[in-house]
């Protein structure tokens, strides 16, 4: 496009700058100067070359007050009147910009050609009014809580000049002018370039209906490439990502567009605010949101600055009204590439909830607990990844062939297993009463299955109490338990060796006719599994008579039947030779395949403890239960009913307890072959943080979930009052092993 450049005087007035010709010339010649402004910002689609006229007197005073008082489309016809008969080239022109030094602030305008004032004349406010030019009518506004704001998005050239994120070129500089000519910058926002029709959209937009967003929620990482300017024609690199529908007059819809800004090139400036050498933003650059709309007034698209986040990893963008919110994976700063992951929008979790753990491998942790919506969420830590910050974000594992996406009870535990360091299985009730199950292998894109059984009326059901016990015997077998509707204990089974890996070997009771029953159990009692080793089985659980139960299963032994019956783990120096209440749960560690330690809170609120050795009494189960208490509680420490006692051996010869004390705080005690003679008499200890108020407590009946990722080392994570899961870890090599880290919200 040719452009001329003519600088007005008025007749009788002094100029009010001075600016000399060639410096209007370098505005647009130079490396940052307005013609390579527009070669990248179109991608090479649009050329610009002009001349520059003036200074020339072409209006007395009383010929410009009276073309004022008829609008800004009559001074441009003036103009062009007056420089014609000046013997300026006007039609060799497609467009002008009328520079007019009066002495006077007028801003700028672009009624057909552009009027500016010599005053505010600078690359950006060119930029700013030849945008007009190329089709982009209305500015780059912002949504405020006073409502939209004219000119306010500072990321934009098509906002105003002394709020947009600009860079002052050096080599622009008049040091003897009143006033600051040099600002250059920002590039124009990925809306308004496709407004320009510079931007394909086909091709370098990623588009996401908002129909599809629950889909991709918690699925691939989308990867935006910093906007520059529109990518060259056949370029299929995206700068931005849109939400929504394009807005039209006929759907009255609104888009989300998000775009990144890497501060490079003409971007060098969006790390800050204008005027101040001191960042807000992280090297990374921004993040930005828009939300754009069919302007009917000027019949195109109109974008609103919505917000902006950093760029840095772990950074959230607030997808308002939506449900959802992009999390900043990482950032490429060599390649100035973003990527992004879609996730559901997270607040908290329900007070009840219990937060699943495990470690796949020493550097890696995996956590899945319900929402509030009822979603299965997960997020995850990695030493290797983001510096070994929890900034991944929870996302949801959803499944679109459920009209709710897969919801569960609140209350549901989610039982989560890996059986090799690359793979997890998942398993909940379902709000159908049905056990479901989905897997990951790399991504959570294999939905929500039922695990059913067609020898029962109904498929086979469960109630909403129940909880699936899960135990991995070898990497290709997974066991699964859990309490049927008519109160008996089920198991089924799946091996990757068996029916082509399907699960199809049905549902099966484990039950013993030496009880009337066939031996039943209350609804909501947990059953414990664990396998000592690869061809054998344990479980344990609270009977109708609030003793304690087990029975096993060996594969060498009785043709590998489940035909051991149930037998009561008792102790008869206890009048009822003890029992526990029905809202106990068993807690079992085999710290070596012959050897198991059993924990449960007792109907005196005292947390005891019994153990059993292949090698010991001839394998038998008569140790008796014996308390683990302190003398320095008057009550000797206790706990309240339904308490889980969270237990687990960091090594063959170590324990360590966790529980939630009544006071509401976390406490723990731990036991050592080779310390105090192998006793329990470390006594509890609280494990506090001095930056909260009650010094970190929780409320009553959380499960404490943790993870040994090595020998050394211990990851704590519940729910808090809040709602927010919180975590702490202690490791032997840290301030002296001590339990000083706090808990931090994940």
């Known amino acids: ?350 007070l009840q909830a219990r937060v699943s753990a495990l470690a796949r491998l020493q550097n890696h942790l995996d956590l899945f607990t319900v929402g509030n919506d009822d979603a299965v969420y997960s997020t995850w830590w990695d030493g290797a990844s983001n510096s070994g910050r929890w900034d991944h974000g929870w996302f949801r594992i959803s499944d679109p062939n459920f009209a709710d996406g897969f919801t569960v009870s609140q209350r549901s535990v989610i039982s989560a297993i890996a059986r090799h360091p690359n793979h997890l299985d998942l398993f909940v009730i379902g709000k159908d009463d049905v056990v479901y199950s989905t897997w990951w292998d790399g991504t959570w894109d294999h939905g929500w299955f039922r695990i059913g059984d067609a020898n029962f009326s109904d498929g086979f059901t469960v109630n909403q109490s129940s909880t699936i016990s899960v135990v991995s015997r070898f990497p290709e077998h997974l066991d699964l338990f859990v309490v049927g509707k008519n109160d008996a204990i089920y198991s089924t089974w799946w091996d990757g060796a068996s029916d082509g890996g399907k699960w199809d070997h049905g549902w099966f009771s484990i039950s013993d006719p030496n009880f009337p029953d066939g031996f039943t159990i209350n609804q909501g009692s947990a059953i414990t599994a664990i396998s000592r080793r690869s061809d054998h089985l344990d479980l344990f659980v609270i009977g109708k008579n609030d003793a304690i139960y087990s029975t096993w299963w060996d594969g060498a032994s009785d043709g590998g039947k489940w035909d051991h019956g149930w037998f009561s783990i008792s102790d008869p120096n206890f009048p009822d030779s003890f029992t526990v209440s029905q809202s106990s749960t068993i807690s079992v560690v085999s710290r070596f395949p012959e050897h198991m330690d059993l924990f449960v809170v007792g109907k005196n609120d005292a947390i005891y403890s019994t153990w059993w050795d292949g090698a010991s009494d001839g394998g038998k189960w008569d140790h008796g239960w014996f308390s683990i208490s302190d003398p320095n509680f008057p009550d000797g420490f206790t706990v309240n009913q339904g308490t889980v006692v969270s237990a687990i051996a960091r090594f063959p010869e170590h324990l360590d307890l966790f529980v939630v004390g009544k006071d509401g705080a976390i406490y723990s005690t731990w036991w050592d072959a080779n310390a105090d003679g192998g006793r329990w008499s470390h006594g509890w200890f609280r494990i506090a943080d001095p930056n909260f108020p009650d010094n970190f407590t929780v409320n009553q009946h959380m499960t404490i979930s943790v993870v040994s990722r090595f020998q050394g080392h211990l990851d704590l994570f519940v729910v808090g009052k809040d709602g927010y899961v919180y975590s702490t870890w202690w490791d032997a090599n840290t301030d002296g092993g001590r339990w000083s880290h706090g808990w931090f919200r994940v």
């Open 1 to 350: 496009m040719r452009w001329g450049v003519c600088i007005v005087t008025l007749v009788g007035v002094p100029r009010g700058t001075s600016m000399p010709v060639s410096w209007f010339n370098q505005v647009f010649s130079d490396s940052d100067g307005v013609a390579s402004y527009f070669q990248q910002m179109s991608g090479g689609r649009q050329s610009i070359t002009w001349q520059v006229f003036g200074p020339i007197d072409l209006l007395t005073p009383s010929e410009k007050q009276a073309l004022d008082m008829k609008g800004a489309e009559a001074v441009v016809e003036g103009l062009r009147t007056k420089a014609t008969a000046q013997k300026i080239p006007v039609t060799q022109f497609d467009r002008f910009i009328w520079i007019l030094d009066e002495g006077i602030s007028t801003s700028g305008t672009t009624p057909s050609d552009s009027l500016v004032g010599a005053i505010d004349f600078t690359p950006q406010l060119a930029a700013h009014e030849m945008t007009h030019a190329f089709g982009v009518g209305p500015h780059a506004d912002r949504y405020t809580a006073t409502g939209p704001q004219e000119y306010a998005d500072p990321f934009c050239v098509m906002g105003r000049g002394n709020t947009a994120r600009s860079f002052a070129n050096p080599r622009l500089t008049l040091l003897s002018a009143n006033y600051t000519h040099d600002t250059t910058g920002p590039g124009i926002c990925a809306p308004y370039l496709y407004v320009a029709k510079w931007l394909d959209y086909q091709k370098n937009v990623e588009q996401l209906e908002t129909s599809a967003m629950d889909q991709n929620a918690g699925g691939a990482i989308i990867t935006l490439n910093a906007n520059q300017g529109a990518p060259g024609p056949g370029r299929t690199e995206r700068i931005a990502l849109t939400i929504g529908t394009l807005p039209t007059q006929a759907n009255g819809q609104s888009q989300y567009w998000i775009e990144y800004r890497h501060p490079s090139a003409f971007d060098r400036g969006v790390d800050r605010p204008v005027s101040t050498t001191t960042p807000d933003l992280p090297p990374e650059g921004a993040l930005v949101l828009h939300d754009v709309r069919f302007d009917a007034a000027r019949n195109s698209l109109h974008s609103y600055l919505i917000s902006w986040v950093g760029a840095n990893g772990g950074s959230v963008l607030d997808l308002p009204a939506s449900g959802y919110q992009l999390r900043v994976t990482s950032t490429d700063t060599t390649g100035r590439r973003v990527f992004l992951a879609l996730e559901h929008k997270f607040t908290s979790f329900p």
